[in-house]
């Protein structure tokens, strides 16, 4: 079991920066990635970004919506990852979710959220204009 925690959400205006954490707990050995999803009133959840790792290698995912204003990281020694959001948009209002995965997943499917086995409670960023 891995249990994820997310943190740092809050109420910002518009252009503001934010930063999210997701600290890991449990069998995080076991885990390959982590993916960021948002969900907004009366809308379906929705793919924000990932970071996928193995020995050798850590990529990096973003949607369209958010490339060149939000980053994914890591921190290993913390089993934490970070989403950096820049230039926040009264449109990135929704509550943020974290969720890992422990079994390697094809590329193509990353932003979907029924490959995650495990999820955090998520945080609320509500952007002003």
């Known amino acids: 079991q891995v249990q994820l925690v997310e943190s740092g959400g809050g109420l910002v205006q518009a252009g503001d920066s934010l930063r999210l954490s997701c600290a890991a707990s449990?069998?995080?050995?076991?885990?390959?990635?982590v993916g960021w999803f948002r969900q907004a009133p009366g809308k379906e959840r929705e793919f924000v970004a990932a970071?996928?790792?193995?020995?050798?290698?850590?990529?990096?995912y973003y949607a369209d919506s958010v490339k060149g204003r939000f980053t994914v990281s890591r921190d290993n020694a913390k089993n934490t990852v970070y989403l950096q959001m820049n230039s926040l948009k009264p449109e990135d209002t929704a509550v943020y979710y974290c969720?890992?995965?422990?079994?390697?997943?094809?590329?193509?499917?990353?932003?979907?959220?029924?490959?995650?086995?495990?999820w955090g409670q998520g945080t609320q960023v509500t952007v002003s204009s």
């Open positions: 969720a890992a995965d422990r079994s390697p997943m094809p590329i193509s499917t990353i932003d979907a959220p029924r490959m995650y086995d495990y």
């Open positions: 449990g069998r995080t050995f076991s885990w390959y990635g």
């Open positions: 970071i996928r790792w193995s020995v050798v290698s850590v990529s990096t």
